[in-house]
């Protein structure tokens, strides 16, 4: 895969996940400082591939193919993203430092730097760093019915975690999807109620999902 | 406009005069406002959804001989400033101390109601909970030892059925008992780990609370991380100890799951549970809120209201008016007629002329709207209507929680508004307010149902409906990208599917329409005698002229219509009432052209929203924000009218 494909399914990712929906090609191409010409025929090349699913004006989400493999990238750049700035304590250029060498990185030296690095949770931004085996999801890539334990949550609003903990959403409890709507909110159940909560609230809820059926890796989009 | 009742409460906090306190205090939805109706005899709202109060109720209650006041405070999942509600709530608790607290605990979701009691407990003050639903949980085979409970939480525990009534003889002994100083109360008190300990320690050491237990005080500092009040040498070193003390996780969220796990091991001690099969509310639930049947179900519930309003609500209007003009206006014409004062006999005429458009008009479509709202309220289904409209309301830059706040506002826009305070921050409540102010209130859609729907048709009171709901979105949508700041997302509790109790809705039917009888018909009955004689006078020309080139010009509506507008800030159906009135005839299309009628009707529905808006506006968010709401709704009312009525020229609609 060449370097720029990666770069692209990373970026998809991020966006996908963080805000619950399809990745739009403006956003892509501002994210990546190329232009919207050339990510649309990325997109399309992607989704011949099998990676990527590209509607005209839905905009580009990742299939569970895609999701794997952003999940792999993503992986190598945030570990390193740790590793310059917890260890070579680069500040603010420890994202580009890391961009350099993710292609580059094999499988072991990875598990190494993990290691070494003491299985972090997330990378210097926060963003949650996802496992060799799919350790950390956030809440919206759970499928309905699946069952998880919330790990942590992140917001910018302090009023918000304040708000989830009193419902009990707090490390360790258990919480399972019932319902979703597409690009929508979730109705969960939690200390035996459902609650429904939006898809901004969710993707930043970081769970660890139940062993139970944690063979498969299902993320919808 | 109805409820004003609302404004005579809409005081922060309860000022404590003679007698003892009790407030009642529990998680949202568990039927506090219930037991408080049953304490105090008054007749405060309550519906099956979180968040039905959300001001402070008082009401006074004899208990052997002795007056006691008790105090319903919105609910709360936790004592914590996250809202304004909470806010209210745990302020009036911390502050103004009654002196007893009531929990009221739902008991079919122990587990989740005693992490608000385990705090409550923390403050050390006389309480009592009362457990209520407690008959539900057979249904559920689900058993609660209420013994043991309260053997372990060291306070009393008495199951309670708010909706029936019983066990509230009991309550209130156990109440008097605890006043009076003869029960013994333990407080269990939560163990933490020991790094919080350490910081709660530390904490307590260098605040200075008097009204709260040192460690209560220090637990909600860190909780609320609300630092910035104290002064800054403090604040220094509590961030420090803070900082010191936390480690993997932010030191808040260790103790509220430290608490969670405490209740939830309480909870396992005192619960037994059978597994039974799934419930017909369960599909219920499932019907209603997956994305597809959700969505139909929405849109048939919605087209049901509709109709009824408009078929119901018209053939009731045709009803009262017969019978008012056959058994009151005709019986009584000979007689004013024969009398020889002109004054006297243009106040009767006109008089009678108010009451009949009153009887007419508002009467039959809000009473049936309050009804249907009822039906919606009690059986559990808005907020299930809020997590299908989540995505749709993110496109205005909203979530779904503000469409509990929008239904309400199809009754009337002051409950509404003051059902905003659920909303997590300033900007989405100002925004949602703004929205609200162009929804059309159940006076409103008397007006469009009541003039469009009756003289021109059903479609076009539709289109009044279609050309607002574009407003509302357009102007959600601008608006939302103007305001700065981000919305929080949708957090919202699902209550339980319940069977509605008639008696309740009817009650609420009446406690809305109250106002509307006590308030708005003296309102039209000296509106209407204002208006005789200032037209028997021939002031009314005069008076009207120098809105000529908005009404006439601009509007192009009869002149006469402009001083109707006046009327309609008082009550918004008063317009139409007034309009009746000066026309001479409750046949609108005898003085008015088609085209006239629904412009006069979309201008009515836009405009400034009523005296009873402007007021609770100004209460929530102060004056420029309220002055600045009205006089962007009365432009945006006369720039749509125009132009929508010279569109409707150039292409030949209703004309």
């Known amino acids: 895969m060449s370097k720029s494909k990666e770069d692209y399914l990373g970026e998809i990712y991020r966006i996908q996940f963080s805000?619950?929906?399809?990745?739009?090609?403006?956003?892509?191409?501002?994210?990546?400082?190329?232009?919207?010409?050339?990510?649309?025929?990325?997109?399309?090349?992607?989704?011949?591939?099998?990676?990527v699913l590209f509607e005209k004006y839905g905009g580009v989400s990742l299939t569970k193919e895609g999701i794997e493999k952003a999940r792999h990238i993503l992986r190598k750049h945030r570990l390193l993203e740790v590793f310059f700035n917890r260890i070579l304590k680069i500040k603010g250029k420890f994202h580009l430092e890391a961009?350099?060498?993710?292609?580059?990185?094999?499988?072991?030296?990875?598990?190494?730097?993990?290691?070494?690095?003491?299985?972090?949770?997330?990378?210097?931004?926060?963003?949650?760093?996802?496992a060799k085996k799919g350790k950390i999801l956030r809440l919206t890539e759970l499928s309905e019915k699946a069952k998880a334990s919330v790990l942590f949550a992140t917001s910018e609003e302090k009023n918000c975690i304040q708000r989830l903990n009193s419902l009990g959403i707090v490390p360790k409890a258990k919480i399972e999807i019932l319902r979703r709507i597409r690009h929508g909110p979730l109705m969960v159940m939690l200390k035996g109620r459902e609650v429904a909560l939006g898809p901004d609230i969710c993707s930043n809820i970081f769970v660890e999902k139940d062993e139970m059926s944690s063979k498969t890796k299902k993320a919808k989009s | 406009m109805k409820c004003h009742q609302k404004l005579k409460k809409q005081s922060h906090s309860f000022q404590k005069k003679s007698g003892q306190y009790i407030a009642l205090v529990g998680n949202p939805n568990t039927g506090k406002s219930c037991l408080f109706n049953?304490?105090?005899?008054?007749?405060?709202?309550?519906?099956?959804?979180?968040?039905?109060?959300?001001?402070?109720?008082?009401?006074?209650?004899?208990?052997?001989?002795?007056?006691?006041?008790?105090?319903?405070?919105?609910?709360?999942?936790?004592?914590?400033?996250?809202?304004?509600?909470?806010?209210?709530?745990?302020?009036?608790?911390?502050?103004?101390?009654?002196e007893l607290i009531i929990n009221v605990v739902d008991a079919n979701l122990l587990e989740r109601n005693?992490?608000?009691?385990?705090?409550?407990?923390?403050?050390?003050m006389p309480m009592l909970v009362a457990l209520n639903f407690y008959e539900e949980l057979e249904d559920k085979g689900i058993t609660v030892n209420s013994q043991k409970l309260q053997s372990l939480l060291g306070v009393p525990i008495v199951p309670i059925d708010a909706q029936r009534g019983a066990g509230i003889n009991e309550l209130l002994n156990t109440s008097i008992k605890i006043l009076n100083g003869k029960i013994k109360l333990n407080f269990y008190n939560v163990k933490y780990d020991d790094h919080i300990e350490k910081a709660v320690k530390a904490i307590s050491k260098i605040i200075k609370e008097d009204k709260i237990p040192g460690r209560a005080a220090a637990l909600n500092i860190i909780e609320d991380r609300d630092i910035k009040s104290e002064k800054k040498s403090k604040s220094v070193s509590l961030r420090k100890i803070i900082r010191d003390c936390s480690k993997e996780h932010d030191l808040s969220t260790e103790i509220s799951r430290e608490r969670h796990g405490q209740a939830a091991l309480i909870a396992a001690k005192v619960t037994q549970k059978k597994i039974i099969k799934k419930s017909v509310k369960e599909y219920l639930d499932r019907f209603t809120t997956e994305p597809f049947t959700g969505t139909i179900s929405m849109i048939i519930i919605l087209a049901v209201i509709f109709s009824a309003l408009f078929y119901l609500g018209g053939y009731l209007s045709g009803l009262l008016g017969t019978l008012f003009e056959r058994g009151i206006i005709g019986p009584l014409t000979p007689f004013i007629e024969s009398i020889p004062n002109n004054l006297i006999k243009t106040s009767m005429t006109w008089g009678l002329e108010g009451i009949n458009a009153g009887i007419q008009i508002a009467l039959p479509y809000i009473a049936v709207f309050y009804i249907l709202l009822g039906l919606l309220e009690d059986t559990g289904y808005l907020p299930r209507m809020a997590y299908i409209l989540d995505r749709l309301m993110h496109k205005i830059h909203l979530h779904g929680k503000a469409i509990v706040p929008m239904m309400l506002g199809f009754g009337c826009t002051v409950p509404a508004i003051l059902s905003t305070r659920v909303l997590p921050n300033k900007?989405?409540?100002?925004?949602?307010?703004?929205?609200?102010?162009?929804?059309?209130?159940?006076?409103?859609?008397?007006?469009?149902?009541?003039?469009?729907?009756?003289?021109?048709g059903v479609q076009y009171a539709l289109l009044i409906y279609g050309i607002v709901l574009l407003l509302i979105l357009l102007v959600g949508y601008i608006l939302g990208r103007v305001l700065p700041g981000e919305s929080t997302g949708l957090i919202l509790e699902m209550p339980e599917y319940r069977l509605p109790y008639l008696r309740n809705i009817l009650m609420k039917t009446w406690l809305r329409l109250k106002d509307f009888i006590y308030i708005a018909f003296p309102l039209v009955i000296a509106g209407s005698i204002i208006l005789g004689i200032l037209n028997l006078y021939g002031l009314l020309t005069?008076?009207?002229?120098?809105?000529?080139?908005?009404?006439?010009?601009?509007?192009?509506?009869?002149?006469?219509?402009?001083?109707?507008?006046?009327?309609?800030?008082?009550?918004?159906?008063?317009?139409l009432e007034m309009l009746m009135v000066l026309g001479g005839s409750n046949v609108l299309l005898d003085f008015m052209s088609p085209l006239q009628i629904f412009i006069f009707t979309l201008v009515v529905t836009l405009y400034f929203p009523c005296v009873g808006t402007f007021a609770v506006l100004k209460h929530e968010f102060g004056?420029?924000?309220?002055?600045?709401?009205?006089?962007?709704?009365?432009?945006?009312?006369?720039?749509?009218?125009?132009?929508?009525?010279r569109l409707f020229l150039l292409v030949g609609v209703l004309v």
């Not at chain 1, 072991?108 to 949650?128: F, R, S, T, Y």
């Not at chain 2, 608790?93 to 009654?98: A, E, S, Y």
């Not at chain 2, 900007?427 to 021109?456: D, H």
């Open chain 2, 427 to 456: 900007r989405e409540r100002i925004l949602t307010a703004i929205l609200l102010c162009l929804i059309p209130c159940s006076a409103r859609t008397a007006v469009i149902l009541g003039a469009v729907g009756k003289f021109i």
């Open chain 2, 114 to 124: 005693l992490y608000l009691t385990l705090q409550l407990l923390e403050l050390k």
């Open chain 1, 19 to 51: 805000n619950n929906r399809a990745a739009k090609i403006t956003e892509i191409a501002a994210a990546l400082k190329i232009s919207k010409p050339s990510v649309s025929e990325m997109a399309r090349n992607l989704s011949r591939e099998g990676l």
């Open chain 2, 38 to 98: 049953h304490l105090t005899g008054m007749g405060a709202i309550i519906s099956n959804y979180p968040g039905t109060t959300v001001d402070i109720l008082e009401g006074k209650t004899h208990i052997e001989g002795k007056l006691v006041n008790i105090v319903d405070l919105p609910g709360i999942y936790a004592l914590s400033s996250a809202s304004e509600d909470e806010k209210v709530t745990k302020d009036n608790i911390t502050k103004q101390r009654p």
């Open chain 1, 99 to 130: 961009h350099k060498i993710e292609h580059g990185l094999s499988e072991e030296a990875a598990d190494k730097l993990e290691q070494v690095l003491n299985n972090p949770n997330v990378c210097p931004d926060g963003d949650p760093i996802p």
């Open chain 2, 542 to 575: 005069i008076l009207t002229k120098p809105f000529d080139p908005i009404i006439g010009k601009w509007l192009m509506l009869p002149t006469v219509a402009g001083i109707t507008l006046v009327y309609g800030i008082l009550r918004k159906e008063l317009a």
């Open chain 2, 623 to 645: 004056w420029k924000n309220s002055l600045l709401i009205a006089f962007f709704t009365i432009i945006l009312a006369v720039i749509i009218g125009g132009l929508i009525a």
